[in-house]
T-cell receptor
Framework: GAGVSQSPSNKVTEKGKDVELRCDPISGHTALYWYRQSLGQGLEFLIYFQGNSAPDKSGLPSDRFSAERTGGSVSTLTIQRTQQEDSAVYLC?????????????FGPGTRLTVT | QKEVEQNSGPLSVPEGAIASLNCTYSDRGSQSFFWYRQYSGKSPELIMFIYSNGDKEDGRFTAQLNKASQYVSLLIRDSQPSDSATYLCAVTATTDSWGKLQFGAGTQVVVTP
């Protein structure tokens, strides 16, 4: 079946502009996660959605970052007033969280470059 | 202290040999453990998961879990040049949201022909 999809694959923006990154999870997966990976670094957790529960926003680095998930499926990560330190690959993952299954499957990522 | 620790490498392995990767974690309550492979410029790909103490084998990969000692390892048998990648260990966090993963920084593996 189809995996996690993300768009755009690449985004170049000027400092100070807002950007929106989109994630479409695997069909039927109730949990959706956003991570950030800077060049040569590990994965940094940003935010987590599970069903209709309030999202876990504990990893968002500043109030310029926000995310929403509409209809329990597609999610959008928004970065306002982008800064050069926001340049990274933004990864989305989804999980079914049924029974004892916690495996997360990643999308291809969006490479964000802030100039 | 990092919550999930891995040797950064690079781990150089001759083709055909066994690559052994280790990961330790600090959250004693963690229940689920994952190994991801990440090629340069690509996103992480899930290759193994293990929930119970002991060994779990899948093809050339074996994951080993010891909850008492808080470590999980990955063995890659008959290593191939295509196994050259960074391997990420991930562990569920019990202090925060259910299902949230904590990742190690990854071990780079280089398989030499």
């Amino acid at each position: 079946g189809a995996g996690v999809s993300q768009s755009p694959s690449n985004k170049v923006t000027e400092k100070g502009k807002d950007v929106e990154l989109r994630c479409d999870p695997i069909s039927g997966h109730t949990a959706l996660y956003w991570y950030r990976q800077s060049l040569g670094q590990g994965l940094e957790f940003l935010i987590y959605f599970q069903g209709n529960s309030a999202p876990d926003k504990s990893g968002l680095p500043s109030d310029r970052f926000s995310a929403e998930r509409t209809g329990g499926s597609v999610s959008t990560l928004t970065i306002q007033r982008t800064q050069q330190e926001d340049s990274a690959v933004y990864l989305c993952a989804s999980s079914s969280l049924t029974g004892s299954s916690y495996e997360q499957y990643f999308g291809p990522g969006t490479r964000l470059t802030v100039t | 202290q990092k919550e999930v620790e891995q040797n950064s490498g690079p781990l150089s392995v001759p083709e055909g040999a066994i690559a052994s990767l280790n990961c330790t974690y600090s959250d004693r309550g963690s229940q689920s453990f994952f190994w991801y492979r990440q090629y340069s410029g690509k996103s992480p790909e899930l290759i193994m998961f293990i929930y119970s103490n002991g060994d779990k084998e899948d093809g050339r990969f074996t994951a080993q879990l010891n909850k008492a000692s808080q470590y999980v390892s990955l063995l890659i048998r008959d290593s191939q040049p295509s196994d050259s990648a960074t391997y990420l260990c991930a562990v569920t966090a019990t202090t925060d949201s259910w299902g949230k993963l904590q990742f190690g920084a990854g071990t780079q593996v280089v398989v030499t022909p």
